[in-house]
């Protein structure tokens, strides 16, 4: 893995209120009213519990697995051997775990689940970011995400070296077709939106030549580039160029890790990615147990 890869920056951890309420809801939804096969192994049984991973990826969520143990107020220690932001082999230990058995045992699929999902996002984000390296292409995210692990998916975007477009509807402006239309056009959407005094990123979405003229003119912050051929990206960055220097250039639909780097090395700026969120497949962990004979009452 490229040294720019494999030792970018560290994003600032989540908040702990976001590790907290998405801890609480998973632990609700999968322990409900009690653990009833926990229950079948003796009360003051000990564990030692190991994490491994079955294959190469970025390691993202330590903070959501100690919160989630740390929920179950049992006095379970985790003994950690890799960061967030690591990369993985397969084999690779990522923890120990020791404390009693049956608040492990009601932890563990919690935990591997916040675990396999962030470090998948992180993984994807990171084949992303390397593909485009030297390009000087930034990486992003969108809004599709699972809901309820917004939060957490986006920040093991920037764990895997991407950055994130906004978070919701409130902390940026983009300006869609459908939008465009119910405004009268691109002209009167991008000045409407500069009367709300805001200080957010405004973007247009356009889908042709013509329209990345007129929001150019019209002074958007950055154009949302909709599913344009490569050649047409190349002609969209001349224009650019030529009129608004400035402004920031988005392509998005389509993409992929076949076709990201030359989409990059048309000239974009950034290149969102729904695929680093949505489509993702979970990293193939695994906790292994020994226990110890139960203490004596």
């Given at each position: 893995?490229?040294?720019?890869?494999?030792?970018l920056?560290?994003?600032?951890?989540?908040?702990?209120?976001?590790?907290?309420?998405?801890?609480?809801?998973?632990?609700?939804?999968?322990?409900?009213?009690?653990?009833?096969?926990?229950a079948l192994?003796?009360?003051?049984?000990?564990?030692?519990a190991?994490?491994?991973?079955?294959?190469?990826?970025?390691?993202?969520?330590?903070?959501?697995?100690?919160?989630?143990?740390?929920?179950?107020?049992?006095?379970?220690?985790?003994?950690?051997?890799?960061?967030?932001?690591?990369p993985?082999?397969?084999?690779?230990?990522?923890?120990?775990?020791?404390?009693?058995?049956?608040?492990?045992?009601?932890?563990?699929?919690?935990?591997?689940?916040?675990?396999?999902?962030?470090?998948?996002?992180?993984?994807?984000?990171?084949?992303?970011?390397?593909?485009?390296?030297?390009?000087?292409?930034?990486?992003?995210?969108?809004?599709?995400?699972?809901?309820?692990?917004?939060?957490?998916?986006?920040?093991?975007?920037?764990?895997?070296?991407?950055?994130?477009?906004?978070?919701?509807?409130?902390?940026?402006?983009?300006?869609?077709?459908?939008?465009?239309?119910?405004?009268?056009?691109?002209?009167?959407?991008?000045?409407?939106?500069?009367?709300?005094g805001?200080t957010?990123?405004?973007?247009v979405?356009?889908?042709?030549?013509?329209?990345?003229?007129?929001?150019?003119?019209?002074?958007?912050?950055?154009?949302?580039?909709?599913?344009?051929?490569?050649?047409?990206?190349?002609?969209?960055?001349?224009?650019?160029?030529?009129?608004?220097?400035?402004?920031?250039?988005?392509?998005?639909?389509?993409?992929?890790?076949?076709?990201?780097?030359?989409?990059?090395?048309?000239?974009?700026?950034?290149?969102?990615?729904?695929?680093?969120?949505?489509?993702?497949?979970?990293?193939?962990?695994?906790?292994?147990?020994?226990?110890?004979?139960?203490?004596?009452?």
């Amino acid at each position: 893995m490229p040294a720019s890869t494999s030792q970018l920056t560290p994003p600032p951890p989540l908040p702990p209120a976001v590790i907290a309420a998405a801890v609480r809801a998973a632990l609700a939804e999968d322990i409900g009213s009690g653990d009833l096969t926990a229950a079948l192994v003796p009360e003051n049984q000990q564990a030692l519990a190991r994490i491994i991973t079955r294959e190469a990826a970025v390691l993202c969520g330590r903070d959501c697995v100690d919160a989630v143990f740390a929920a179950l107020g049992a006095g379970i220690s985790i003994d950690w051997h890799c960061r967030d932001g690591d990369p993985l082999s397969a084999g690779q230990l990522l923890c120990e775990l020791r404390g009693p058995a049956r608040a492990i045992l009601t932890g563990e699929r919690t935990a591997l689940n916040f675990l396999q999902t962030l470090s998948a996002v992180a993984s994807s984000t990171r084949r992303y970011v390397e593909a485009v390296a030297g390009t000087g292409a930034t990486i992003l995210d969108t809004r599709k995400t699972i809901p309820g692990l917004r939060l957490a998916q986006k920040h093991a975007v920037r764990v895997g070296g991407g950055m994130n477009h906004r978070i919701g509807l409130h902390d940026g402006i983009l300006i869609k077709e459908n939008h465009i239309v119910a405004a009268g056009g691109i002209t009167t959407a991008v000045r409407r939106a500069r009367t709300q005094g805001t200080t957010v990123l405004l973007e247009v979405e356009v889908e042709t030549l013509e329209q990345v003229e007129e929001a150019l003119r019209a002074g958007a912050d950055r154009l949302l580039l909709d599913n344009f051929s490569t050649a047409l990206m190349r002609e969209a960055v001349a224009l650019r160029n030529r009129l608004a220097p400035g402004t920031g250039l988005e392509a998005s639909g389509g993409i992929d890790l076949q076709t990201v780097r030359s989409v990059a090395e048309t000239g974009i700026d950034f290149i969102s990615v729904g695929d680093l969120t949505k489509n993702i497949r979970a990293i193939d962990l695994s906790m292994r147990f020994s226990f110890s004979a139960p203490a004596a009452p």
